[in-house]
Structures are given as C-alpha cells and as structure tokens.
C-alpha cells in the first residue's frame, strides 16, 4: 500500500495516529470543563447537586448531538479528495452562491483564531495542577514553563505529522485509559451520577437553575476540539476517526460522569482551588497523572496547529490568502507545515500566556471565536447536503432547525465573555478576516482585468513546433502556468 494511502486506510497504525493528531483538545477538555462549570454557578465554586447532575447532562448530550452527530457521522462525509476543513466544504459548494465565500472566511479566521487560544488552556490547566504537588510553585514559574512548552511545540512542528503522530498516538491510548478508568472507579462509588445520562437533567438545569443558561458557554468548551477533528480529515481518513471516536467519546463520558461522582460526594463543599479532574487522583499517582497531562496538553494543542496548516494551504488554493511558503516534511498525502502561519501561531499563543497568565482567566476567551466557526460550517453543510447530495427537504430542514437551535444557544450563551477576554481571539479573528477578503477581493480585480482567449487555435501550432526536429528539445518541452479556471482557456498575455 503507498504511503498516499495508508495513513487513511483503516489500520491499527492509523487508528494510533488518529488518537495522536486528532483527539488532543477534545481529549483534554475534562482538565477544564467541570471547573468552569462551577466557577460559572449561582454560588462559584459552591458544589450544587442541580449544578452538577445538569452540567454532566449537558455534557453527554453536547457530545452525542454536536460532535458524534454533526462531525463524527455527517460532516466527515463531506471530504474534497480526502481533505478535511471548513475551506475544503466551501470548495465542494462555491458555485451554489458568491455570498458562500464570506461565510467561508468567518468560519476559517475564527478557527485559526481559535488555534491561538487552544495551547495555552490545555498546557495551563496541565501545569498548574503541579501546585497540588508543590504549593510554594508561583504562577510566574508557571508562566515560564508553560511558554517553554510551547515553543518546544512548534519547533517540532518542520518534522512533519507523521512522527509526531506516531510518538503521541500510544501516549493518547494510555491517556484516554487513564480517563476511562479513573472515571469508572468513581461512578462505581457512586452510581447515582448515571442518572445525567437523562437529559431531563440537562433541561432543569438551563431552565430552572438560576441563570442557567448562560451556564452553556462553559458546557461547549468540551466540544471545541470537534472542527480540529474535521480539518485533520486528511491526515488520518474518516474511517480511522469514526473508529477511534467510539473509544475516545467512552473514556471522556466515563470520566466526566467520575468527577460528577466525586463532586456529589462532597456536594454543599466549596471546592476552592481543587480541580476536580484531579481530584479523582489517588495522592501517590497524582505525580504521573500531572506529567500525563501536560504530555496530552502538548497533543491538544497538536490537533489546532495540523489543522490550522490545512486550513491557510485551502485558502492558498482558493485565494484567500497570500501564496506564503508550504513545505511537505513527509511523503504522506495532506501532511504539510507552513513556516509563516507557525512563526504567527507562536507569537500568538505567547502573547495569550502573558496576557492571561492563569488558565481560568482564558476560559473566558475560549469558545466565542470557535463558535462562529461551527455555525458556518452548519450554513456550508446544509447548502452541501442539499444542493451536491441531493436529501431530502424536510432531512435538511431539520438538521438547519436542530443545528442552528444548539449552536445558536452556545453562541449567545459564549456572548457574555466578550468583556471577560473573548474580545481577544474576536479580534484575532477580525484581522484574519480583513487579510482573506482584501486578497481574494485582489484576485477578483486581477481577473477583471486579465483577457482570456481559447486555447485551441494554438494547440496545432504548438505540436508543429514540437515536432520540429531543427529545433533542440530544451526549447520545446516548456511548461505555462495558468491561472484560468476552464481548461479550454489561457491568458491571452
């Protein structure tokens, strides 16, 4: 089998790369997700039993709905030659409609603003859990070591995926076990928790629970890793991912629902500066658990970085951006690593550290930006599934009514940071736009003003002059690059 496609045939080396490139931000959201929560309730930090039986609830069913239905089982089927990525989704449906484009570059600016954002949380809640091991650690030693993390991070990148996958991938098996089976050793102390699985918990706590609502903006960070998960289709192929989900999605739901079961054990508690993810660590394996952690923090941060150099190589090729330089490290098919948008992600996740420098203060810049993203790939999915494979109106309807429900609630839900710090990668998010428009309103301009004529009255001339033996073949084996989008066409200078 050629390396073009072996790395997306379904293999138990492509289910380990899948766990390594793909799975790193969702796989580490229980780092975070439930202390938000918390932090977020009527009493921050109290431990309510409706605050957390309707937090896991809202969790399993964000999972199920948003990231197992939409990405997982839908959205992975909408693939450009095996290519992932809100860019390659506007590539199969730009002729349905010329308003598509600005829809495409909203989606794809906020994501790769969203990659700014992502290595800083995730290494941030891995580190600090060291205070638990030593209290005398200051946050500025933190922030120091959480930048070396990251800059180590992004030199690695120029050595392609393909190593890195193959590193990461049992690294990410272990971790998710260690997810799993912490998890379950709670819910068996405790198998009341189990009750979240019903979403009528879910629904008393965002209608009944004061304020609750608003509550979602913390629940959707456990989802954010989903568009990572579609951008990194070409690393990895769809049936990988599908494969590796069942036991990803089972290890997260397992330890989620084990951190309920702890939090319920000490329910009217106020939790203070204890994470509950670590909280369910024995104090003789916290040491490990805290050096696993930062190892998949590195991870989650892996799934933007691929992700984001996929999407600036679509852009490239719909001109939404600058031809910067790509370089392809590996022989394997949609692996790549672009030298700028590396350089930009770097400076951009140092700044968030300094900025913020605690992970609690950048959940409140996590989520706005990645929002938007997945509400424009809705709007370009829906166009895809009615107009390229033909479903039904009433299918597509539906999925418009459920999809703009959920994804419209997480939106004006993660509104209310906007004051706390979302403004950040909003504003990231805007200059990026501002670049795709004005460059691809540039190659518009450029056509305007370009002739095209058919090439078909030169194509006789040209096989004369190639068969004319007087002339040396260096001068007749030439190569035109065209930027003509039929085939019959070339520029007529």
Not at 72 to 80: E, G, R
Not at 422 to 444: D, E, N, P, Q, R
Request: net charge positive.
């Amino acid at each position: 089998m050629s390396s073009k496609s072996s790395h997306t045939a379904i293999s138990g080396a492509g289910l380990l790369i899948a766990l390594g490139i793909i799975y790193g931000d969702i796989g580490t959201s229980p780092l975070y997700v439930m202390s938000s929560i918390l932090k977020s309730g009527t009493v921050p930090g109290l431990i309510d039993p409706v605050l957390v039986l309707g937090g896991i609830s809202c969790v399993i069913w964000t999972l199920t709905l948003q990231t197992t239905i939409k990405y997982v089982l839908l959205t992975l089927n909408a693939d450009n030659n095996g290519e992932g990525g809100i860019f390659s989704l506007y590539a199969l449906v730009r002729r349905r409609g010329s308003w598509l484009s600005v829809v495409a570059i909203v989606g794809g600016a906020s994501l790769l603003a969203d990659g700014v954002i992502t290595p800083p949380i995730s290494v941030s809640s891995a580190i600090e859990g060291l205070k638990a091991v030593y209290p005398a650690l200051t946050q500025n030693y933190v922030v120091g070591i959480v930048i070396g993390i990251i800059a180590g991070l992004f030199l690695l990148q120029s050595f392609g995926t393909q190593i890195v996958g193959k590193a990461f991938g049992p690294i990410m098996f272990l971790w998710f076990t260690m997810l799993g089976v912490l998890g379950a050793v709670w819910v068996a102390h405790d198998p009341t928790i189990l009750k979240a699985i019903n979403p009528y918990y879910a629904y008393k706590l965002l209608t009944q629970y004061p304020s609750g609502f608003w509550l979602l903006g913390s629940v959707f960070l456990c989802t954010t890793g989903a568009e990572a998960l579609y951008s990194d289709l070409g690393h990895c192929g769809k049936g990988n991912i599908r494969i590796s989900w069942a036991f990803v999605k089972t290890t997260l739901l397992l330890n989620y629902l084990g951190q309920g079961a702890w939090l319920l054990a000490h329910q009217n508690q106020q939790i203070g500066d204890q994470n509950p993810f670590y909280a369910l660590m024995p104090g003789w394996f916290l040491l490990f658990g805290i050096g696993l952690a930062t190892v998949a923090a590195v991870i989650a941060s892996q799934a933007l970085i691929t992700g984001s150099f996929t999407l600036v190589a679509e852009a490239i090729r719909l001109n939404m951006w600058p031809k910067v330089r790509l370089n392809y490290p590996t022989d394997v098919k949609g692996q790549l690593f672009v030298p700028s948008m590396n350089r930009l992600l770097l400076l951009g996740c140092i700044g968030v550290v300094l900025y913020f420098r605690e992970s609690s203060e950048m959940e409140a810049a996590y989520g706005l930006a990645i929002t938007l993203t997945m509400l424009m790939t809705t709007i370009l999915l829906t166009v895809w599934l009615r107009k390229i494979k033909r479903v039904a109106l009433p299918l597509v309807v539906l999925f418009v009514l459920v999809y703009g429900f959920i994804e419209g609630s997480f939106l004006i839900a993660n509104l209310i940071k906007f004051p706390h710090g979302g403004f950040v990668s909003l504003a990231i998010a805007a200059a990026l736009m501002g670049v795709m428009y004005v460059w691809l309103k540039a190659y518009y301009i450029k056509r305007r003003l370009t002739d095209f004529v058919k090439i078909e009255p030169y194509i006789e001339p040209l096989k004369q002059l190639s068969n004319d033996e007087s002339i040396g073949k260096y001068a007749t084996h030439l190569v035109f690059l065209t930027s003509a989008e039929r085939p019959s066409e070339i520029e007529q200078k």
